[in-house]
Nanobody, 120 residues
Framework: QVRLVESGGGLVQPGGSLRLSCAASGFTFSDYAMSWFRQAPGQEHELVAQIINTGSHTNYADSVKGRFTISRDNVLNTVDLQMNNLRPEDTAVYYC?????????????WGQGTQVTVSS
């Protein structure tokens, strides 16, 4: 059974930082690219960052380039998202998903995600 459990969200002031983590189980983690998406109220899921299965390549949405960093550990089966210099527009529920690198294609269903709120 595939399981992706996101954690690390919370309330942070503009300019602050958070580190999200996603624990994966039930599949061969190192076979898949992984992505972080986010969904703000009333909006579609937005692709934020991706990392290829080996960890050697990453890509980011223009809105987060230079502020967010995605990383993975293929031993611990985790994928993290370090978010710095957060802005109010980063407020959303963040989800990790198995994906195809370079595409918005995801596998499986959306989990509960983790809420990130950026507000003073």
């Amino acid at each position: 059974q595939v399981r992706l459990v996101e954690s690390g969200g919370g309330l942070v002031q503009p300019g602050g930082s958070l580190r999200l983590s996603c624990a994966a189980s039930g599949f061969t983690f190192s076979d898949y690219a992984m992505s972080w998406f986010r969904q703000a109220p009333g909006q579609e899921h937005e692709l934020v960052a991706q990392i290829i299965n080996t960890g050697s390549h990453t890509n980011y949405a223009d809105s987060v380039k230079g502020r967010f960093t995605i990383s993975r550990d293929n031993v611990l089966n985790t994928v993290d998202l370090q978010m710095n210099n957060l802005r109010p527009e980063d407020t959303a529920v963040y989800y990790c998903m198995r994906s195809i690198y370079g595409a918005r294609t995801v596998f499986g269903t959306w989990g509960q995600g983790t809420q990130v709120t950026v507000s003073s």
